[in-house]
């Protein structure tokens, strides 16, 4: 019996099922063991698409985001009732200190709570008005759901910006676009725009 079963263990050996043989156990070679991918480090989708969109701003002008080659785009869904509207006045700020640094677009998105209600036009003259926004506002879009605009798509799918699956799960995400039009960053509603890791991120 005992020659069969050294036999059995050296035919499966040569197979490659078993890595060792002995005469009372035979051991399998240890698994190898999961990486765990820094997001931050994760390689990014060369050739990005980013720079494949073409938007409306919030007045119906055409945006070519090629435009945007060589320059840190900060890109915020944003609402005019929600807790978080008074971040308006921090990207203001951001934008008055770091415009040379970053373009802030601001996508204006009715997905939670019903908090952006208005029109275009509405939402501009409340922006300008309580707020005195001066940086970018596009048109009225949806950021996740069904009717998902395909920017949003982009910045939400692994697949198609390298390593973030992160959608916006309130108002006030933050997506941060590189020189090159990678997606490098997410940060959600609760980071504000002037916090440290958002600005050393964009100084960076």
């Known amino acids: 019996m005992k020659k069969v079963a050294i036999g059995i ?19 399998s070679k240890p698994a190898a063991t999961a990486t765990t991918v820094n997001p931050e480090k994760a390689a990014v989708v060369s050739n990005s698409a980013f720079y494949d969109f073409k938007m409306n701003d919030i007045d119906g002008n055409e945006i070519d985001f090629s435009k945007f080659k ?16 008074p971040q308006y006045e921090g990207l203001e700020a951001l934008n008055k200190q770091h415009g040379d640094k970053v373009i802030i677009l601001g996508f204006p998105a009715n997905n939670f709570g019903g908090q ?15 707020y ?19 920017l949003y798509t982009w910045l939400s799918d692994k697949d198609k910006n390298g390593w973030n699956d992160q959608a916006p799960n309130w108002n006030f995400n933050k997506y941060l676009i590189n020189e090159k039009g990678e997606l490098v960053k997410y940060f959600g509603s609760k980071v504000k725009p002037m916090s440290p890791e958002l600005v050393n991120a964009i100084l960076d």
């Open 9 to 27: 263990c050296l035919v499966a050996f040569a197979l490659g099922i078993l890595t060792s043989c002995g005469d009372a156990t035979v051991k």
């Open 70 to 85: 060589g320059e840190k785009v900060l890109i915020v869904n944003v609402a005019s009732k929600c807790g978080y509207t």
């Open 116 to 130: 952006e209600p208005g029109s275009n036009a509405e939402i501009k003259k409340f922006c300008t008005g309580n």
């Open 132 to 150: 005195g926004v001066s940086f970018t506002m596009m048109e009225k879009v949806s950021v996740k759901g069904a009717d998902q605009n395909a």
